[in-house]
């Protein structure tokens, strides 16, 4: 059973930055794709950013690009987001989420971290 656990948000003002992390068990990794999506109350979750645990492909977010950064690390099992010039409107309860090889969606999600970004 895929476990994963995120850890690292908290409060941080405009400009700031914050470094998120995921930490990955259960099972192995190799041909996953690993993301990150976040979601604010009354709205879907959206997508963030995601790596191929493999590659290390990454794709962003158009609203993300260039200040976010997706790492993944396999020998940790860990996968990370380093959030730099952090907007209030990057509030949001952000989660990792790993899809399979055979699979179109995200089957796995963590339990979601607090971000929230003040003006």
């Known amino acids: 059973q895929v476990q994963l656990v995120e850890s690292g948000g908290g409060l941080v003002q405009a400009g700031g930055s914050l470094r998120l992390s995921c930490a990955a068990s259960?099972?192995?990794?190799?041909?996953?794709?690993m993301g990150w999506f976040r979601q604010t109350p009354g709205k879907e979750r959206e997508f963030v950013a995601s790596?191929?645990?493999?590659?290390?492909?990454?794709h962003y977010a158009d609203s993300v690009k260039g200040r976010f950064t997706i790492s993944r690390d396999k020998v940790k099992n860990t996968m990370a987001l380093r959030m730099n010039s952090l907007k209030p409107e990057d509030t949001a309860v952000y989660y990792c989420?790993?899809?399979?090889?055979?699979?179109?969606?995200?089957?796995?999600w963590g339990q979601g971290t607090q971000v929230t970004v003040s003006s």
């Open positions: 989420a790993a899809r399979p090889p055979d699979s179109p969606n995200y089957n796995d």
């Open positions: 259960g099972r192995t990794f190799s041909s996953y794709r």
């Open positions: 790596i191929s645990w493999s590659s290390g492909n990454t």
